[in-house]
């Protein structure tokens, strides 16, 4: 069955800094691949996505590149915000009008 | 951006009573919606699919008789929790589904989520 792995929480930066979060998945076919995220007391909101692969999906500053020969879909910006503390979600569906398989999530805590 | 809205937003019960949440998509018509469980620091674990007009689909391991999934409209889908008990204390979320635009790949718009306490 689809699954997606998330590295272990929780992540603490300081302003400015890089991030990574590292997101591998196991599906069969081309899935598409999204990145969620939760801020405090809110709902999930997508974040970006990627339809294929070698797309890049990029929002706010984060990028995440579909790379199917690792079955990857890291995320990346290269200064975070304080802004930017929320819970993030890696996620994949099958195709169009499909049910979505998350990661569990990893919290990102960014320190003025 | 379309706004998936639930009610209500956290509720405290006792073992062996019922609770209706309900999930409304306040500014689009939703096909489809869907409801996930989330256990702290856990994923979001996907219950069951909702159309409208239909059965809900279940996934494998959830019991239909005690999570009860009504669509009745495009835009209102409810989650009843028939005699809860201590274990189904968690944060339940639905997610609508908008179709119909230019994307290959159309969006779920996800409600800010339900607390549920079951004493």
């Known amino acids: 069955g689809n699954s997606v792995t998330q590295m272990e929480g929780p992540v603490t930066l300081s302003e400015e800094a890089f991030l990574t979060i590292n997101c591998t998945y196991t599906?069969?076919?081309?899935?598409?691949l999204f990145w969620y995220v939760q801020y405090p007391g809110e709902g999930l909101q997508l974040l970006l996505k990627?339809?294929?692969?070698?797309d890049k999906g990029s929002n706010k500053g984060f990028e995440a590149t579909y790379r199917k020969e690792t079955t990857s879909f890291h995320l990346e910006k290269g200064s975070v915000q304080v802004s930017d503390s929320a819970v993030y979600f890696c996620?994949?569906?099958?195709?169009?009008?499909?049910?979505?398989?998350f990661g569990k999530g990893i919290t990102l805590s960014v320190r003025p | 951006g379309a706004v998936v809205s639930q009610h209500p937003s956290r509720v405290i019960c006792k073992s062996g009573t019922s609770v209706k949440i309900e999930c409304r998509s306040l500014?689009?018509?939703?096909?489809?919606m869907f409801w996930y469980r989330q256990f702290p620091k856990q994923s979001l674990m996907l219950m069951a699919t909702?159309?409208?007009?239909?059965?809900?689909?279940?996934e494998q391991g959830v019991e239909k008789d005690k999570f009860l999934i009504n669509h009745a409209s495009l835009t209102l889908s409810t989650l009843t929790v028939t005699s809860a008990h201590p274990e189904d204390s968690s944060f339940y979320i639905c997610?609508?589904?908008?179709?119909?635009?230019?994307?290959?790949?159309?969006?779920?718009?996800f409600g800010p989520g339900t607390r549920l306490t079951v004493l």
């Open positions: 997610s609508a589904f908008s179709g119909g635009g230019t994307d290959t790949y159309n969006e779920q718009f």
């Open positions: 599906a069969t076919g081309y899935p598409s």
């Open positions: 990627a339809t294929k692969a070698d």
């Open positions: 996620a994949l569906s099958p195709g169009a009008n499909s049910k979505l398989t």
């Open positions: 500014d689009f018509q939703a096909t489809t």
């Open positions: 909702s159309n409208e007009g239909s059965k809900a689909t279940y």
